[in-house]
């Protein structure tokens, strides 16, 4: 399996159109093939893995993050950071190191690495682009519906 997803940086810095401006004038954007072929790929990462990702894991994990997506929305980032990171816990206890996994360990290092890049909202936002991304690709490329 490829483990270039291991190394999930969600922004790269644009050119400043202008010679002279100071680097805090770039704009920062995601990277766009995290949303395509990334996305595709971890997506059939999960279809393939043992045991395969159930959407019903795949959506519980989903409505979590857009939950906390309204919390920020409601109460800043900074208030719901904890939460955020507690996301790990969450994916840790469906994958324990021994007995039966509700999802896959490919699932659980792509939420670790994609969590653990989470430091201000703008990660967030990125992540749960991607995230909503590999969801939509998880359904298209053939998901279990059960």
């Not at 929305?73 to 840790?92: Q, R, T």
């Not at 290092?109 to 991304?133: P, R, Y």
């Amino acid at each position: 399996m490829d483990t270039a997803w291991q190394e999930i940086g969600f922004y790269f810095e644009s050119k400043t159109g202008e010679a002279g401006k100071d680097i805090e004038h770039r704009k920062m954007r995601i990277k766009k093939s995290l949303l395509l072929e990334d996305a595709r790929k971890w997506a059939q990462d999960f279809i393939r893995a043992k045991p395969e990702l159930k959407a019903t894991q795949i959506r519980r994990f989903y409505h979590d993050v857009k939950a906390l997506e309204a919390k920020i929305e409601a109460s800043g980032f900074e208030k719901n950071l904890p939460l955020i990171k507690m996301l790990k816990s969450k994916v840790a206890y469906a994958c324990p190191k021994y007995g039966s996994r509700k999802v896959p360990i490919v699932f659980k290092e792509f939420m670790d690495k994609c969590i653990d890049g989470i430091e201000e909202q703008k990660d967030f936002e990125a992540f749960t682009l991607v995230f909503e991304a590999v969801v939509g690709y998880f359904y298209g490329e053939g998901g279990r519906t059960t």
